[in-house]
């Protein structure tokens, strides 16, 4: 008979708890504030996209968004965090396609990006430039690849860690030319960008988002747009292929998740939220402005990005594999 009460009394508790979890699915997000951590620098690439998305896409959630920067290890240091964060739809992670190259950069990750993560969807798509200090002695891409074949003991290549988008970019670039130059880890390109026009290291591959405001004062200089077409907004950029560097083309891509257990309706809303955020006039002429896409709202979704960052996953694989880089 105790057996029973006790067995009732535990069923009621579990029904019980559901209720309450179901009952605060329904009243999210209430007043509560959204913490959005980006795993990069302050005023970076990650971190304009995210301020410009959040700024919005509180309006439609219904709750104000704050940013967290949590930068360091290629953005794996807040991605970790996020992970282990509680599922209450509370801390989300705005992170780029380094949630791709993770797995295969880092012998102890410490998450699974597939795993560890419910999807939210996409934000948008961002071009890369090659940039130099702009008292660089070469005046082009072209005449860039015999200095730095020349230079290599000296020169040296910024990045925001290993794992970055910069970090990827840079990897291609060095492993096409096959020279290797010191690369400097940042924990964002932020301030990578302000040793760069310093003079204190010479190159960077950065995202257009990052570095639009110098590359329209003509305070960097632009070697080569890393991607199969020229930028819609620096059309005077020449591409690395054109300038005679065929294939080494990165196109960076910023999404959203909640870490794994968040309840289905939570994330719906939160995708909801952002699907009006990504398709708004004004998000979408911002990302432009800064040489970026916002996406469409069918890739805002949690099915789409759950299917693309998985397909992401298994084709940089086997290319950081073939880099030979890692780690730990
Ligand atoms: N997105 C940049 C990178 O990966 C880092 C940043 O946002 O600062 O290089």
Request: proline share 8%.
């Given at each position: 008979?105790?057996?029973?009460?006790?067995?009732?009394?535990?069923?009621?508790?579990?029904?019980?708890?559901?209720?309450?979890?179901?009952?605060?699915?329904?009243?999210?997000?209430?007043?509560?504030?959204?913490?959005?951590?980006?795993?990069?620098?302050?005023?970076?690439?990650?971190?304009k996209v995210a301020r410009e998305l959040v700024m919005i896409m509180s309006k439609h959630l219904g709750t104000t968004m704050v940013i967290e920067n949590l930068g360091g290890a290629g953005g794996t240091i807040g991605?970790?965090?996020?992970?282990?964060?509680?599922?209450?739809?509370?801390?989300?992670?705005?992170?780029?396609?380094?949630?791709s190259t993770a797995p295969a950069l880092y012998r102890n990750l410490g998450f699974d990006p597939l795993k560890d993560f419910e999807t939210i969807g996409e934000i948008a798509d961002?071009?890369?430039?090659?940039?130099?200090?702009?008292?660089?002695?070469?005046?082009?891409?072209?005449?860039l690849l015999p200095y730095i074949k020349a230079n290599a003991s000296k020169l040296?290549?910024?990045?925001?860690?290993?794992?970055?988008?910069?970090?990827?970019?840079?990897?291609?670039?060095?492993?096409?030319?096959?020279?290797d130059l010191t690369t400097v880890p940042y924990k964002g390109t932020a301030p990578a960008l302000t040793d760069i026009l310093g003079g204190q290291v010479n190159l960077m591959c950065d995202q257009t988002t990052n570095i639009a405001g110098q590359l329209k004062a003509g305070a960097l200089k632009p070697y080569a747009?890393?991607?199969?077409?020229r930028v819609e907004a620096f059309k005077d950029i020449p591409t690395a292929a054109e300038q005679g560097l065929p294939g080494v083309e990165v196109k960076i891509w910023h999404a959203m998740y909640a870490p794994k257990g968040?309840?289905?309706?939570?994330?719906?809303?939160?995708?909801?939220?952002?699907?009006k955020a990504v398709t708004d006039p004004t998000f979408r002429a911002k990302?432009?402005?800064?040489?970026?896409?916002?996406?469409?709202?069918?890739?805002?979704?949690?099915?789409s990005l759950k299917t693309f960052l998985a397909g992401e996953i298994g084709k940089w694989s086997p290319v950081i594999k073939k880099a030979g880089v890692y780690a730990d």
């Open positions: 008979m105790k057996r029973v009460a006790q067995f009732v009394a535990a069923a009621l508790t579990v029904g019980m708890m559901g209720m309450h979890a179901g009952a605060q699915a329904q009243e999210y997000p209430g007043s509560k504030p959204v913490s959005a951590v980006v795993p990069f620098s302050a005023g970076g690439p990650t971190d991605a970790k965090k996020v992970a282990q964060a509680k599922n209450d739809g509370y801390t989300i992670l705005i992170h780029h396609i380094g949630m961002v071009p890369m430039v090659m940039v130099g200090n702009k008292n660089l002695p070469p005046a082009s891409f072209k005449e040296s290549l910024a990045n925001a860690g290993i794992g970055s988008a910069s970090h990827l970019c840079g990897l291609l670039f060095l492993s096409a030319i096959q020279t747009a890393m991607q199969s077409r968040t309840p289905k309706p939570v994330v719906d809303k939160l995708s909801a939220a952002l699907q990302m432009a402005e800064l040489g970026a896409e916002a996406v469409p709202a069918q890739r805002a979704t949690p099915e």
